[in-house]
């Protein structure tokens, strides 16, 4: 079997391409893989037997007439990332505990919501004390990495419906040849703007290069509107605006940067890297973003540029609900990538794995049961509870068969379809340098640190959890 494979691994389980996700449908191209043409190579791909061996064969589909309830009362504990606030219900909040209590009367799911710099931290502290969640959803490759090596996750790679999902995709949330996260998605970071303050401002055409894009904040200002607002108080979000930037700031010189990172060729201290955070600061030294941004949160900042009150705001496809909401100015959306790159570079814009369903290995087994119903139920395409996923899920799905409804997300990777994307850079980084990278960068906003100084904690604090 021949696949097309990229010569780029992060460790020992970076090997992605988003090919066949996204959009799917005869109607959309297929969008190339996240590495420049010259590192892609037809490879004749082996399979180790061993390996195989050991792995468990999936079971067999059960229609979801067949499926039986649990012998008793059961209440599982599902941990997910602070929801989107709509007026509409939310998946994970309604519509899942909802439909599965109606399939299976024995099995109730109580939701716990956290702010992602919170939720990290409680997860692995709940499963340190012996009391992780029986579902919980999860990035992929290094960032899951601690939790399988702990034994605190399952080992899903039986499960019959797995095959229903974009293979390459599935593979981020394997390990030594085991699955153990059900793929949710894909997702992209990208800069949502208005398009009536930039006809306005007289900007006509999207920045390919970093210098117009600062001419079109430089614009924006002049005819007295905000560029930029951001929610810094979740420092979380500073990585929005910051891995746009770094993928073509980065990557188009050395696509192999991040796997250099663990061998010492390539470091966070490295030119590139400072450059690109000094980018980033300088969009707040110019007076581009919204004043006083620590005081102002990821929700608070959707509300702003909602309600008109900024040109442009850094956040993500997974942003989609919020961001089409109806605020207090009534304005056309759109959406691009900053461009991270010199006038004479390459774009690089950000496509990514978005997280996996993953479910707890500590759990007894009449709640590993239950976890097992869910998702048969879930990802069977005869169910409503499939229905109301697909329906309502911020995630671009890569799962057989289905097609992305919004225009908006089709005609957007339509547009970057001849760019090379790149992934979440964190996604290559061990758990730690993320939190680096944004904790000091908000000094960097109150004038207590510089990028440089950046670029040097994320360094030590590479070098730390790597020893």
């Not at 390996?51 to 999936?58: R, V």
């Not at 209440?75 to 505990?97: A, C, E, G, H, I």
């Not at 153990?180 to 997702?187: C, D, M, Q």
Request: glycine fraction near 6%; include cysteine.
């Amino acid at each position: 079997m021949k696949r097309k494979v990229m010569s780029l691994w992060m460790a020992a389980v970076m090997t992605a391409s988003l090919i066949g996700c996204g959009s799917a449908g005869t109607d959309t191209p297929d969008v190339e893989p996240a590495a420049p043409a010259e590192t892609i190579e037809e490879v004749e791909e082996t399979t180790d037997a061993a390996e195989e061996a050991d792995k468990p064969a999936p079971k067999e589909v059960v229609g979801i007439d067949a499926l039986e309830d649990v012998s008793e009362p059961v209440t599982l504990s599902l941990m997910v990332t602070t929801r989107p606030s709509t007026d509409s219900k939310d998946f994970f909040l309604d519509w899942l505990p909802e439909l599965v209590h109606e399939k299976f009367p024995n099995i109730t799911i109580e939701v716990e919501q956290l702010p992602s710099d919170e939720y990290k931290q409680t997860v692995r502290m709940k499963y340190a004390s012996g009391e992780g969640p029986d579902l919980f959803t999860w990035w992929p490759q290094l960032q899951a990495v601690d939790l399988v090596e702990a034994g605190y996750v399952r080992d899903i790679s039986d499960f019959s419906l797995l095959g229903k999902f974009d293979q390459s995709i599935a593979d981020l949330y394997a390990f030594d040849g085991k699955n153990y996260g059900v793929p949710l998605g894909t997702s992209f970071l990208t800069t949502w703007y208005n398009k009536d303050m930039f006809a306005d401002a007289g900007v006509t055409e999207l920045p390919q290069n970093y210098d117009e894009f600062v001419e079109v904040c430089e614009k924006l200002k002049a005819k007295g509107y905000t560029p930029i607002v951001c929610g810094d108080k979740d420092a979380f979000v500073i990585q929005f605006g910051v891995y746009q930037l770094g993928a073509g700031a980065i990557y188009p010189d050395n696509i192999d940067f991040d796997a250099q990172l663990f061998t010492g060729e390539t470091k966070f201290t490295d030119d590139v890297w400072v450059d690109t955070v000094t980018k980033f600061a300088n969009l707040y030294e110019k007076g581009y973003v919204m004043e006083n941004t620590l005081g102002i949160s990821q929700q608070q900042s959707r509300q702003s540029f909602i309600d008109g009150e900024a040109a442009m705001i850094f956040d993500g496809s997974f942003g989609y609900a919020a961001m089409m909401a109806e605020g207090a100015a009534d304005f056309e959306r759109g959406m691009f990538c900053i461009p991270g790159n010199d006038p004479d570079g390459e774009y690089y814009y950000n496509w990514t794995p978005a997280n996996a369903l993953f479910t707890s290995n500590i759990s007894d087994e009449l709640h590993k049961q239950a976890c097992d119903l869910v998702m048969q139920y879930w990802f069977n395409e005869e169910s409503p509870l499939f229905e109301k996923w697909v329906e309502n899920t911020t995630d671009i799905i890569c799962y057989e068969g289905v097609e992305d409804p919004r225009e908006m997300i089709n005609e957007y990777l339509d547009r970057y379809k001849d760019s090379t994307n790149l992934y979440n850079l964190n996604n290559a980084w061990p758990e730690g340098v993320s939190d680096a990278l944004t904790t000091n960068f908000q000094n960097v906003i109150t004038g207590d640190a510089t990028p440089e100084e950046v670029c040097e904690q994320m360094q030590m604090k590479f070098e730390e959890v790597t020893e």
